[in-house]
């Protein structure tokens, strides 16, 4: 028999962040890409009680993703504090990339509609722009994105390429980098 779910659609969770405050994000959405997740511009202190109804559901620091919400769960780095309505979250579609053997440029773009990938060419057209990676974002990542706003894939939508590690450093000194690779 498989595991028992543990978490469900509208569960919110508590997500704990370097300076002791804690954010908060929601599970709003699952396709063949994995679990999707937002996160609310809502925060607490320490030792300061959650309001669970005082989060604005549409006050987003930046559009959903696919995160490792089940494994944070898990692991209990994240944890379930309840749950809200997410009848307000349409599906908008996610990017994805396709880099040159040996290179930081990207060769090719891609766009998730939920049911099919279409192929956007060399270029990433404008109206693509603003939409998430469908990489899905370990525990770590989404609270270093929410300390530091560091998002890996902003950069290649604007340039057509990936930051190097100097550049990564230089532009968002906070970012913790693996030095193995």
């Given at each position: 028999?498989?595991?028992?779910?543990?978490?469900?659609?509208?569960?919110?969770?508590?997500?704990?962040?370097?300076?002791?405050?804690?954010?908060?994000?929601?599970?709003?959405?699952?396709?063949?890409?994995?679990?999707?997740?937002?996160?609310?511009?809502?925060?607490?202190?320490?030792?300061?009680?959650?309001?669970?109804?005082?989060?604005?559901?549409?006050?987003?620091?930046?559009?959903?993703?696919?995160?490792?919400?089940?494994?944070?769960?898990r692991a209990k780095v994240w944890k379930v504090i309840g749950e809200l309505p997410f009848d307000d979250?349409?599906?908008?579609?996610?990017?994805?990339?396709?880099k040159e053997i040996g290179t930081n440029k990207v060769k090719r773009w891609f766009f998730w509609d939920?049911?099919?990938?279409?192929?956007?060419?060399?270029?990433?057209?404008?109206?693509?722009?603003?939409?998430?990676?469908?990489?899905?974002?370990?525990?770590?990542?989404?609270?270093?994105?929410?300390?530091?706003?560091?998002?890996?894939?902003?950069?290649?939508?604007?340039?057509?390429?990936?930051?190097?590690?100097?550049?990564?450093?230089?532009?968002?000194?906070?970012?913790?980098l693996d030095d193995s690779e």
């Amino acid at each position: 028999m498989g595991r028992k779910p543990i978490i469900k659609l509208g569960d919110v969770f508590e997500i704990p962040l370097s300076d002791g405050r804690k954010a908060y994000g929601q599970y709003v959405y699952s396709d063949s890409g994995g679990p999707i997740m937002r996160i609310f511009n809502y925060f607490t202190l320490p030792n300061e009680k959650l309001d669970l109804q005082a989060i604005d559901t549409k006050k987003l620091l930046f559009p959903p993703v696919y995160a490792g919400i089940m494994g944070a769960v898990r692991a209990k780095v994240w944890k379930v504090i309840g749950e809200l309505p997410f009848d307000d979250y349409k599906f908008e579609g996610f990017l994805s990339e396709i880099k040159e053997i040996g290179t930081n440029k990207v060769k090719r773009w891609f766009f998730w509609d939920g049911k099919t990938s279409h192929d956007l060419g060399c270029s990433l057209p404008k109206k693509y722009v603003n939409f998430e990676n469908t990489a899905v974002y370990p525990a770590d990542m989404i609270a270093e994105r929410i300390e530091t706003g560091f998002n890996m894939f902003e950069y290649p939508k604007k340039h057509n390429r990936f930051l190097t590690k100097e550049e990564i450093q230089k532009k968002f000194p906070k970012v913790k980098l693996d030095d193995s690779e």
